[in-house]
Nanobody, 121 residues
Framework: QVQLVESGGGLVQAGGSLRLSCVAS????????MGWYRQGPGNSRELVAA???????NYADSVKGRFTISRLNAKNTVYLQMNSLESEDIGIYYC???????????????WGQGTQVTVSS
């Protein structure tokens, strides 16, 4: 089995910064794509930032210039550095990864349990 575990969420003042981490563990042969999504109050889950299967990065327009996604492939870890946080950034941030396990021919989509980000004004 595979687990994605997020950390780093919390309460921060508007204009402040947080750094989220996500570690994937378990039966992992390869990770094709990995990134961050969020769900704000009353909203559907949306892409924040992600590494695509081709290795490029995608960012939501609302976070461009403020958030940076990075990764440590050897440790199956992805980070999200969030600067200049705004009230619109409030939500639960979920890690997502597309993973191929040993002994499997299929890529599977996995989600973490989420970490709360709250921004006070």
């Amino acid at each position: 089995q595979v687990q994605l575990v997020e950390s780093g969420g919390g309460l921060v003042q508007a204009g402040g910064s947080l750094r989220l981490s996500c570690v994937a563990s378990g039966n992992i042969k390869s990770i094709r794509a990995m990134g961050w999504y969020r769900q704000g109050p009353g909203n559907s889950r949306e892409l924040v930032a992600a590494f695509t299967s081709g290795g490029s990065t995608n960012y939501a327009d609302s976070v461009k210039g403020r958030f940076t996604i990075s990764r440590l492939n050897a440790k199956n870890t992805v980070y999200l550095q969030m600067n200049s946080l705004e009230s619109e950034d409030i939500g639960i941030y979920y890690c997502n990864a597309d993973i191929l396990g040993y002994g499997s021919s299929y890529w599977n989509d996995y989600w973490g349990q989420g970490t709360q980000v709250t921004v006070s004004s």
